[in-house]
């Protein structure tokens, strides 16, 4: 769901004959309308109608899954690399961590200074890398540093796995990003329900640095879906 459709074709999309009757059940589920919703930013979260990928393990740590969220269109700044699908596991997880030991404070007023995003776009699915942008949310692209790159992320309905794992965050290496994407990969062979995944497009990490305890971390892994075609 993208922010420049009409709110009547959101509608339709979702299965409703009438743009009043979907503002009136968005309103009585969340509060407020679409429009208004649109207006503040804010993250919606979806009861999805079915469970669509259960509890996984990982090594010990554990996937939750899903959450349905409705998430607004941000802006990011960071530090672009190509990586070849092969050796994605590896790569990333270092691209990341140089970025936030070294780069992520050349990033000029990040939204949520704590918060790091890892953004993974597909340019042409026969290519046999990506893009991938250890990065930092922004308010706006005013100011951009030399040798950094931006990038928008839609408006998305998109679907959410939290990873926790008894570890401190910096040690999500090749080993457990492989085993993650895995589980996530034979979780959504299992999806049964009126969506689709769309993470050739784009997915992306978060995590916040400040929820390690001592003990555990947190990740949050979001792509956007689609509702099926019937």
Not at 23 to 51: D, M, Q, W
Not at 195 to 216: N, P, R, V
Request: aromatic share 14%; charged share 25%; with cysteine.
């Amino acid at each position: 769901m993208l922010t420049e459709k009409r709110i009547l074709d959101i509608a339709i999309e979702f299965g409703y004959e009438h743009e009043q009757t979907y503002i009136r059940a968005f309103k009585r589920e969340y509060g407020f309308t679409p429009g208004e919703c649109r207006h503040s930013g804010r993250n919606i979260h979806v009861t999805p109608p079915l469970h669509l990928f259960p509890k996984n393990n990982v090594f010990g740590n554990v996937v939750y899954g899903p959450d349905m969220i409705m998430v607004p269109s941000f802006h990011l700044i960071g530090r672009k690399y190509q990586i070849e699908f092969a050796e994605s596991v590896t790569k990333a997880p270092e691209a990341a961590k140089q970025f936030w030991w070294n780069k992520r404070h050349k990033v000029p007023d990040p939204v949520e200074p704590n918060i790091y995003y890892g953004l993974t776009r597909t340019l042409d699915p026969s290519l046999s890398w990506t893009n991938y942008l250890p990065s930092m949310r922004v308010k706006n692209l005013t100011d951009i540093p030399d040798g950094f790159t931006d990038d928008t992320v839609p408006t998305s309905l998109c679907v959410g796995f939290r990873y926790i794992g008894n570890h401190h965050y910096e040690e999500i290496d090749g080993i457990r990003a492989e085993a993650l994407y895995h589980a996530i990969d034979r979780l959504a062979e299992e999806h049964k329900g009126r969506y689709e995944l769309q993470d050739s497009e784009f997915f992306f990490e978060k995590i916040d640095t400040d929820a390690y305890d001592g003990q555990y971390c947190q990740m949050e892994w979001l792509a956007p879906i689609r509702v099926k075609q019937t």
